[in-house]
């Protein structure tokens, strides 16, 4: 439920707050009276947005797909170890582009006001710092079981 509920709700979100109900926008605390907001801010907001979603969405498959090759019995091979790779490799990405994201949304909120733009502001979780530390795990341990299988063939080719 949460593999579907999860990008439904990150994305439903940003879309309806940059296209649905554009006049939120200027409710922003960030945004001052009199600030002209143009389509082409909307659009970049929601493509900063974006960004963390699609990995998080493209690690989960990949975890789907890893359960899915357990299940057939594939356990140590190439393809397994390239998709832990993978998965560590976009959740880590996942939670550094959300970082990277929520940096820059009061200059990418307030870029139309009067005054100019607010700088970038540094915001952060330690749940943030622990997906990171989670996703690098997977991706070493996928390169562990990536050169474990490559030496197991290679011993294989000596007997």
């Keep these: 439920m949460f593999l579907v509920y999860y990008p439904y709700r990150a994305i439903s979100w940003r879309y309806d707050f940059v296209f649905s109900t554009p006049d939120e926008w200027v409710t922003q605390s960030w945004v001052e009276q009199g600030a002209q907001i143009q389509f082409g801010q909307r659009l970049i907001y929601f493509a900063a947005w974006m960004i963390p979603v699609l990995f998080g969405i493209f690690a989960r498959l990949i975890a789907l797909r890893i359960l899915w090759s357990l299940a057939r019995g594939e356990v140590f091979s190439n393809g397994m170890a390239r998709m832990i790779f993978w998965m560590g490799m976009c959740g880590a990405l996942s939670s550094v582009t ?60 000596f007997l």
């Design 98 to 157: 959300h970082l990277a994201a929520a940096a820059y949304s009061p200059m990418m909120l307030s870029w139309a006001n009067p005054s100019g733009p607010l700088p970038v502001r540094f915001w952060y979780s330690s749940t943030h710092f622990t997906n990171i530390f989670y996703g690098l795990a997977f991706v070493l341990m996928g390169w562990v079981m990536k050169e474990a299988s490559r030496i197991s063939e290679e011993n294989d080719g």
